[in-house]
């Protein structure tokens, strides 16, 4: 998962010496007008943009009689389902957690995961198996091909990598259903209903049995099968028991350029979002419809809908250029349900002292860690937070002057810039130099925060390019930060 970008342009980290340049900064409140809040036009239910507003809604058709036999006594339980007033970035319910925890049979999580990396050993395994299951989904069920963009390139690599990652957590539901429950909120925005949910379960196992050939057995069908509905349940009963909106509509009040490559926006909300600084939200932006991009509020919540957001070009992209080069003011964007758990601890902490904090981003994934701090500085009395903002050239580092502001204020922070080169390009002809009092370390960061001091007795968390966040992590397991203190979004 990456933040404001397709990818992200910085790589790795830097050589850091043992001291850090800690300094303080408040944060500066930033008036904004009152939204212009837009009803619903319906005459029952909430006022509030739904999937309708967002897109037409597609019926189930007439005639499923060619339709493949589904293990309907499974979904049975779902088509009433009440309903209960949640935020939407609600803690998970607990009895779910449970449920889950006493349905998995491990044997179950070992079979679909030796599955997966039987398909995935084999050449263009999971690209084939990608291709089968559109190709399945698209021919039973044509009506489901206007939910997907028309470019399905990045889609399909979504889609494969989303199911990894849920079915390598089965067997921890305490990570797994979280993560599904917001995800189930997230895709009301799409208007699914429940025999769509079943479509894509069978185009998926039977995109898996062909992918499989001859190893496919019918103790794997189970297997899928069974898998499968915990994962569509929880989805659907966590979209049921939501009231809020199923979509934000929001107005571009702001777009500003520090770099070439980078623009902030800022929009203004029909109506305010309950999110944990730290998740993020998928975006759909004006001419490039269907094509959802996750991005991550670089500010705390606000009780007027402002949110800011940071987002880099990549070349070749079909939305960062748009976001870049084209977004202007005035223009509307929409906005799905807040997915993720990245801040979790540090805006929830658990009972006794909290133990000190370690945030390491580079490029735009400063946005995340951002958002956490500026909703710290708010508070009376926090933990100490390290930050290693890292870049590859310095005027990578867009918003130290904002982390430095933060720092200078608050004792409890300390930031440290990393960059790989010490000198900008050539092209760059803007400022470069660091806030007063405040150097530059040079080298990859996940070398220059391995080197930097003992973090085991730290949480942390880490955002950046998947390259960037593995090495780091790889390096602080290797001097002793547990795996299960090291927190970062799911890397696709």
């Known amino acids: 998962m990456t933040y404001g970008t397709e990818t992200d342009a910085s790589s790795v980290p830097p050589q850091a010496p043992s001291r850090r340049c800690g300094h303080r900064l408040q944060v500066v409140p930033v008036a904004h007008a009152a939204p212009a809040f837009r009803p619903h036009a319906s005459s029952t239910g909430p006022k509030y943009p739904t999937a309708r507003d967002v897109r037409p809604e597609i019926c189930s058709p007439a005639d499923r009689s060619g339709h493949r036999a589904i293990r309907d006594k499974q979904y049975s339980a779902l088509e009433s389902l009440p309903g209960a007033t949640r935020p939407a970035c609600a803690a998970p319910h607990t009895d779910r957690i449970a449920e889950v925890a006493d349905i998995v049979d491990p044997r179950l999580c070992a079979l679909i995961r030796s599955n997966v990396e039987a398909v995935s050993a084999r050449p263009d395994g999971l690209q084939t198996l990608s291709k089968a299951f559109y190709a399945n989904l698209f021919a039973r069920h044509p009506e489901t091909r206007q939910y997907f963009p028309a470019a399905m390139g990045e889609q399909r690599e979504r889609i494969l990598h989303a199911v990894v990652h849920v079915v390598d957590r089965l067997s921890r539901p305490e990570t797994v259903v979280p993560f599904l429950e917001q995800l189930g909120r997230d895709h009301r925005k799409y208007g699914i209903e429940l025999w769509q949910y079943k479509a894509l379960t069978e185009a998926l196992i039977d995109a898996v049995a062909q992918a499989a050939g001859d190893d496919w057995t019918t103790e794997l069908d189970d297997a899928w099968h069974h898998a499968l509905h915990l994962v569509a349940t929880t989805m659907t009963e966590a979209a049921a028991a939501e009231t809020g909106p199923a979509a934000w509509v929001g107005t571009v009040v702001e777009h500003r350029r520090p770099l070439d490559d980078v623009a902030v926006v800022r929009l203004r909300l029909d109506q305010p979002m309950a999110y944990e600084p730290g998740q993020y939200v998928s975006v759909q932006v004006p001419g490039r419809p269907r094509m959802w991009r996750y991005l991550s509020p670089a500010t705390p919540p606000d009780a007027d809908g402002a949110v800011e957001f940071h987002v880099r070009r990549v070349s070749g992209g079909w939305v960062s250029p748009y976001i870049v080069s084209h977004a202007r003011v005035g223009e509307t964007w929409v906005l799905g349900s807040p997915i993720g758990?990245?801040?979790?601890?540090?805006?929830?902490?658990?009972?006794?002292?909290?133990?000190?904090?370690?945030?390491?981003?580079?490029?735009?994934?400063?946005?995340?860690?951002?958002?956490?701090?500026?909703?710290?500085?708010?508070?009376?009395?926090?933990?100490?937070?390290?930050?290693?903002?890292?870049?590859?050239?310095?005027?990578?580092?867009?918003?130290?002057?904002?982390?430095?502001?933060?720092?200078?204020?608050?004792?409890?922070?300390?930031?440290?810039?990393?960059?790989?080169?010490?000198?900008?390009?050539?092209?760059?002809?803007?400022?470069?130099?660091?806030?007063?009092?405040?150097?530059?370390?040079?080298?990859?960061?996940?070398?220059?925060?391995?080197?930097?001091?003992?973090?085991?007795?730290?949480?942390?968390?880490?955002?950046?390019?998947?390259?960037?966040?593995?090495?780091?992590?790889?390096?602080?397991?290797?001097?002793?930060?547990?795996?299960?203190?090291?927190?970062?979004?799911?890397?696709?």
């Open 341 to 492: 758990a990245l801040g979790a601890e540090t805006m929830r902490p658990g009972p006794g002292r909290p133990r000190p904090l370690l945030m390491i981003a580079s490029g735009t994934a400063i946005a995340p860690m951002r958002a956490q701090l500026m909703a710290l500085a708010r508070r009376p009395a926090t933990r100490a937070v390290t930050v290693f903002y890292a870049g590859r050239y310095p005027c990578d580092l867009y918003d130290l002057p904002t982390l430095w502001h933060l720092a200078r204020t608050n004792p409890w922070l300390t930031v440290v810039p990393v960059t790989e080169s010490p000198t900008d390009p050539w092209w760059f002809t803007g400022p470069t130099d660091p806030p007063a009092g405040l150097s530059l370390l040079e080298g990859p960061v996940s070398r220059c925060v391995a080197e930097a001091g003992d973090w085991s007795g730290h949480d942390v968390q880490i955002a950046g390019s998947p390259a960037m966040i593995q090495a780091t992590k790889f390096r602080l397991q290797a001097t002793g930060v547990p795996a299960d203190r090291i927190r970062h979004d799911p890397l696709y």
